[in-house]
């Protein structure tokens, strides 16, 4: 794990953006952590909130999430993005509702992270929030459509696909991750709609064969997306936008 060539199983995907700066890292949850991920790159309060998760599973997602924000931000540093030999750890990890933004000890960086059957992390230095969820998931988002806006439950009954209710319920989540509210804001306020809200800048891709995942981005400056990743709001998804 001390280089960035290295990761321990086949499935680490990582990219980058130039417009904003931003890093991308992602890989199923570790199964063997313990052994994988080295004991220092866990914080104090890493250790002692991994303590407290009951579900291997959950631990598992966490530890990964970590060592994903490490391998971004040796990323960073081979760019010449952050200092050689940067090891990026949480001041602050958020709630794991989605509240709060968490907060690396890299100045002008930001983290969003997001985990599911695949962990994604985000280290940019734009606002930015990211959601993953499995392709499996889909079925049940249709019953939840109380946290949606008119607009996008006008827009859930014109598309019928599994596939367009997880890139509506990503994108819904990605937005709130990177106002940094989570679902404790009302998820159905203006400000809130992923489709029509000025200064937001949605996008998916898929970072495995059967995750789909979205990213947020608070910013009037337009994003350069990586090429093939569908644009969301104000066009249907699936009209990619290359950077």
Avoid: C
Avoid at 26 to 43: E, M
Avoid at 82 to 106: E, I, K, N, Q, W
Avoid at 186 to 201: A, H, I, K, Y
Wanted: hydrophobic share 40%.
């Amino acid at each position: 794990m001390s280089d960035v060539g290295q990761w321990p199983d086949d499935s680490f995907g990582a990219l980058t953006l130039a417009r904003p700066l931003a890093v991308l890292t992602w890989s199923r949850p570790l199964a063997h952590w313990r052994r994988d991920i080295p004991p220092d790159l866990l914080t104090a309060a890493d250790h002692q909130r991994l303590g407290r998760l009951r579900r291997e599973q959950d631990r598992s997602r966490y530890a990964t999430a970590r060592a994903l924000l490490h391998r971004a931000g040796l990323i960073a540093a081979d760019l010449g993005l952050a200092p050689p030999g940067t090891t990026v750890r949480l001041l602050t990890s958020g709630s794991d509702h989605g509240t709060g933004r968490p907060v690396p000890d890299l100045p002008g960086w930001q983290v969003s992270i997001s985990h599911d059957n695949t962990v994604v992390v985000v280290l940019s230095q734009a606002t930015v929030g990211v959601d993953t969820q499995g392709l499996g998931s889909a079925g049940t988002i249709r019953e939840l459509d109380s946290v949606f806006t008119a607009t996008e439950r006008a827009w859930l009954a014109a598309h019928p696909r599994d596939a367009d209710a997880l890139r509506l319920w990503t994108a819904k989540e990605a937005l709130l991750k990177a106002r940094g509210t989570g679902f404790l804001s009302d998820p159905r306020r203006p400000e809130n709609d992923t489709l029509q809200w000025p200064g937001v800048q949605l996008a998916h891709w898929r970072p495995l064969p059967d995750a789909v995942a979205a990213l947020a981005v608070l910013d009037d400056e337009p994003v350069g997306w990586p090429r093939g990743w569908s644009v969301f709001g104000g066009r249907d998804p699936g009209t990619a936008r290359p950077a």
